[in-house]
């Protein structure tokens, strides 16, 4: 962690700025905060190893709804509450009200990556980026293009048949009703999303530690770092330039050397563009 002699230790929060507006709107093209911006472009370019954390906050610029939010799924009105649903014990005993709100709530065919997915991509092309450590199940780090993305808690993109293992698609889902079953053995299909009650890939996770702890910069954008054990990895870190992206404070952010609270796909936007 950067001490309190570092050159590029700031305090200094862009919460004076609105979350969602545009260069143009606020009267410069860079107006969010240049000093700080221009202080995130010369860490990143200055770096060797960047990785990025994200997690729910990354995919609502895309218009997917989190769950801790005041409009996120925890706060919608279910006939059951949105973690009893998504648990393991919820998946096996009521399967089909599963499957419901799965398909209604977790998958979102028409979301694309927005410009945060986009430059974490550009990054990673050009050799600056080298892994992306999410908590998002939508893949839309992958669509951007981004090649090195660790998905902690998996992704709807994936899917498993339960008897004869055979990989599915996110089509064998969205694309049937019901409890969805393998056509190879009439197995019941399950996605490779992590649930309530389930354990996380120790292999993601390894390799998300080796990530992180290999890090010269550690960029955290979109989470509020509660949700364990995902959050607990970003302890591993020993790079030079730990840089926090969020609109909310999180237990780390004393320990940061640059703290931006704002709208991640224009701060990532906006320092790209001064490379």
């Known amino acids: 962690m950067p001490g309190p002699n570092s050159p590029y ?5 862009l919460r004076s700025f609105p979350a969602r507006a545009s260069h143009k709107e606020l009267g410069m093209e860079i107006k969010m905060n240049e000093k700080l911006i221009w202080r995130l472009a010369g ?10 954390f994200g997690g729910a906050g990354v995919s609502t610029e895309s218009g997917i709804p989190d769950f801790r939010s005041v409009d996120g799924l925890y706060h919608q009105h279910y006939k059951y509450p949105p973690e009893q649903i998504l648990s393991h014990t919820f998946y096996m005993k009521k399967p089909e009200e599963f499957f419901r709100f799965y398909r209604d709530k977790l998958i979102n065919p028409d979301v694309l990556p927005n410009k945060a997915h986009k430059v974490l991509a550009k990054w990673e092309a050009e050799g600056r980026l080298k892994a992306v450590v ?5 893949g839309l780090h992958q669509a951007a ?13 994936r899917n498993h048949c339960e008897k004869c293992g055979t990989p599915y698609g996110v089509e064998i889902v969205s694309e049937t009703a019901g409890v969805p079953i393998c056509p190879k053995c009439g197995g019941r299909v399950k996605p490779d999303v992590v649930l309530y009650e389930e354990g996380l890939d120790m292999r993601t996770v390894e390799e998300s530690v080796s990530e992180i702890r290999a890090a010269d910069t550690l960029i955290i954008g979109g989470t509020s770092l509660v949700v364990y054990p995902a959050a607990g990895l970003v302890d591993y870190f020993r790079g030079k330039h730990l ?3 969020n609109k909310s404070a999180t237990h780390v952010d004393s320990d940061a050397e640059l703290v931006i609270a704002d709208s991640i796909g224009e701060v990532l936007s906006a320092a790209d563009a001064l490379l």
């Open 134 to 138: 999410t908590q998002n199940i939508d």
């Open 9 to 13: 230790r700031s305090r200094e929060l």
């Open 145 to 157: 293009g981004s090649k090195k993305v660790l998905e902690l808690h998996g992704s709807v993109m």
């Open 43 to 52: 860490i990143v370019r200055d770096s060797h190893h960047i990785v990025f």
């Open 243 to 245: 840089v926090l992206i």
